[in-house]
């Protein structure tokens, strides 16, 4: 999902049904376990937004 991760931060996009691409990514991935790491480190932080006691009370300020 474009807008849960951003390409280079939280991971990597790639367009559907690109087979090269989605290989070079994965490549990518194995091949350099520092950027890996940062991407997982980035994902786990964004996420953090995205929990219930969090989430929750936001959506029904909008409602309120």
Avoid: Q, W, Y
Avoid at 5 to 30: C, K, M, Q, W, Y
């Amino acid at each position: 999902n474009k807008e849960l991760i951003t390409h280079e931060v939280e991971g990597l996009i790639v367009p559907f049904n690109d087979v090269p691409a989605l290989s070079e990514a994965l490549t990518r991935i194995r091949m350099d376990s520092t950027a890996a790491t940062e991407r997982v480190r980035c994902a786990r932080e964004k996420v953090k937004h995205f929990r219930e006691d969090i989430l929750i009370p936001e959506i029904v300020k909008l409602f309120t």
